[in-house]
């Protein structure tokens, strides 16, 4: 038995609740996950697993177990990069998820400087507006605005998105320019509708001017889950969209987008960098949070104090 293969197993099958998902992970059999799992059991002489054929609970062996291997883990690859004839850089895989309009328009780009940096950290990004299973998909880390759903995982706030409202000149000359927020609840106009992937809900929008509050709903012909297909129907003229300043800056530039109640105040969503709780933070995707916070600082400054820390 290899001891190393072992221990990974055992905390890929914790961590994703279940055989099958942690051999899909891992690229290996569900026999052999099963297989490893069962020879650490038989050195321990313990049983670190309660197997039922619908899910699978750790012990209290097993939780304990488990607490210090992922200790162990760490510290070996802590040891791999620290020894004399070793890189001094980080290496490895890191599979991380982001935003699709996050990664096309921002992180893609600046790529190149990061492999600069650090050319042995082979990234596998997903580019995405569903919901992410973080553990039972084995990603190293998620970037995501708003609120993050999952309370358990760690994450530090690393942005802060300025929102504003636009809509395309073909639009605004078909349905007319709206000059007040509540205009757009009336059946002169249409927005297009954000709908988060995970529960297929839309959202209320809400602004304020003097002590004035509007939330606007909206009337919509489209509704979409993807952030880059968002985009590309305002532009297309389907309807009044809200924006991150990042997403709408080039085409207000070249005349594709105007803004609209420049004089309305929208709250910022925060944009942040989660990852699963119990997991060592490697030299790997340290690096990686600092560069996403410097990249963030550059284009989606906090603006206000950052929230829960990466430790």
């Given at each position: 038995m290899d001891r190393f293969d072992a221990m990974t197993a055992f905390a890929r099958v914790v961590e994703t609740g279940s055989f099958t998902q942690a051999a899909r992970t891992l690229h290996m059999s569900r026999t052999t996950v099963t297989q490893l799992v069962q020879q650490l059991e038989a050195r321990l002489r313990l049983k670190l697993l309660n197997r039922t054929t619908r899910k699978v609970n750790v012990t209290a062996d097993g939780a304990v177990y488990y607490e210090r291997i992922v200790e162990v883990l760490a510290a070996l690859e802590e040891v791999?990069?620290?020894?004399?004839?070793?890189?001094?850089?980080?290496?490895?895989?890191?599979?991380?998820?982001?935003?699709?309009?996050?990664?096309?328009?921002?992180?893609?780009?600046?790529?190149?400087?990061?492999?600069?940096?650090?050319?042995?950290?082979?990234?596998?990004?997903?580019a995405s507006d569903r919901m992410v299973d973080v553990i039972g998909e084995n990603v190293d880390c998620v970037i995501r605005g708003g609120a993050i759903a999952d309370q358990s995982l760690m994450?530090?706030?690393?942005?802060?998105?300025?929102?504003?409202?636009?809509?395309?000149?073909?639009?605004?000359?078909?349905?007319?320019?709206?000059?007040?927020?509540?205009?757009?609840?009336?059946?002169?106009?249409?927005?297009?509708?954000?709908?988060?992937?995970?529960?297929?809900?839309?959202?209320?929008?809400?602004?304020?001017?003097?002590?004035?509050?509007?939330?606007?709903?909206?009337?919509?012909?489209?509704?979409?889950?993807?952030?880059?297909?968002?985009?590309a129907a305002g532009v297309a003229g389907l309807g009044v969209l809200w924006l991150p300043d990042y997403m709408a800056r080039k085409h207000v530039a070249s005349g594709e987008l105007v803004p609209l109640f420049?004089?309305?105040?929208?709250?910022?969503?925060?944009?942040?960098?989660?990852?699963?709780?119990?997991?060592?933070?490697?030299?790997?995707?340290?690096?990686?949070?600092d560069w996403v916070v410097e990249l963030m600082d550059r284009h989606a400054p906090l603006a206000r104090p950052a929230g829960k820390s990466v430790t």
């Open positions: 791999e990069t620290s020894l004399p004839n070793a890189s001094a850089l980080p290496r490895g895989q890191l599979r991380v998820d982001v935003p699709s309009p996050l990664a096309s328009m921002l992180l893609v780009p600046a790529l190149p400087q990061f492999h600069a940096l650090y050319p042995d950290i082979v990234l596998d990004m997903g994450a530090r706030q690393v942005g802060d998105l300025q929102l504003a409202v636009y809509a395309a000149p073909a639009y605004l000359a078909r349905a007319g320019t709206p000059v007040h927020p509540a205009e757009l609840e009336s059946e002169q106009h249409r927005i297009v509708r954000f709908r988060w992937a995970s529960s297929g809900n839309g959202f209320a929008h809400v602004m304020q001017r003097d002590g004035e509050t509007v939330r606007i709903q909206g009337q919509y012909v489209l509704s979409i889950d993807d952030g880059n297909a968002y985009l420049e004089t309305w105040a929208i709250a910022a969503m925060p944009l942040y960098l989660a990852y699963p709780p119990n997991r060592h933070v490697s030299k790997k995707l340290r690096v990686f949070i």
